[in-house]
């Protein structure tokens, strides 16, 4: 039985004051009562140290937002791996289609990216999906399939299994708009069957695949109930305690 997740990315928001008010709201909440499901905060990386320091002795794990393929060197404004191991960071988000977008990230630098996480002890949450014009066109499962193969290139059947995908379809993210649970649940169980062929069927029933587009308290129980739906990764849901606390309740059943 895979244990349900929920990650919250908090993207390019909270400042240290809000950094403190956001987790102690949060741990108030999981204080009273913590279910059975795994919690992450992704925060951005000026709240990394903070929020590690808050976060202990509570459920939650620390994520970061994103880091780069080289272990050091000149490459201003960008944090390594090996920095985020020194924070006590578990996990770490790549392949967001926000990085895609707008930092023009390929295929090739996030596998990049995924291996050398994985070198340095780090979860990635591997984000793929396909944009509105690639599901108009019925391009959706090529598009995932092929984020999939180049992402996972390289990476052995013995480390696979520390990573999370998460499947965020573009025109879900950030837009109020969210996929249908039977919409998420067909690119979810296609994935884990790519899966199960890349590497084999035992390892594809262990990875987690998290949804992630604009999940909220009222459709993540919907969503999480679908049998290849393992937790959800949230974006705007999660910047304020009380809508995070109520998806992750919605983890638990
Ligand atoms: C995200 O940024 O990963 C995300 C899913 O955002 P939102 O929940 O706001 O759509």
Redesign the pocket.
């Known amino acids: 039985m895979r244990k349900k997740f929920v990650a919250g ?1 908090w ?1 390019m928001y909270k400042d240290k004051t809000e950094t403190v008010q956001l987790i102690s709201e949060l741990i108030e909440k999981l204080n009273s009562y913590t279910p059975e499901v795994e919690i992450a905060i992704c925060p951005p990386f000026t709240s990394i140290e903070l929020a590690g320091e808050l976060i202990k002795n509570s459920p939650i794990k620390l994520g970061a937002q994103n880091m780069h393929s080289e272990i050091e060197g000149a490459f201003t404004g960008e944090v390594s791996a090996k920095m985020l191991k020194s924070f006590n960071v578990e996990y770490v ?1 790549l392949g ?1 289609s ?1 990085r895609r977008t707008y930092f023009k990230e390929t295929d090739e630098f996030i596998n990049q990216k995924i291996k050398r996480a994985i070198e340095f002890d780090l979860k990635p949450i591997f ?1 793929l999906g396909e944009t509105l014009e690639e599901r108009e066109n019925g391009k959706t499962f090529d598009v995932v399939e092929n984020q999939l193969r180049l992402g996972l290139n390289g990476v052995s059947r013995l480390d696979v299994e520390k990573i999370v995908i ?1 499947y ?1 379809p573009v025109w ?4 109020g708009r969210t996929a249908t649970p039977e919409q998420a649940q067909e690119v979810h169980s296609f994935l884990r069957e790519k899966l199960s062929k890349l590497f084999d069927s035992e390892i594809a029933s262990k990875i987690k695949i998290l949804y ?4 909220k308290p009222e459709n993540a129980r919907d969503l999480f109930k679908q049998p290849d739906i393992d937790g959800g ?6 910047l304020k305690a009380d809508s995070f606390y109520q998806i992750i309740l919605a983890a638990q059943f």
């Open positions: 990315n993207k988000i967001h926000e984000c998460a965020e879900a993210i950030g837009t992630g587009g604009s999940v990764l949230i974006g705007g849901a999660c």
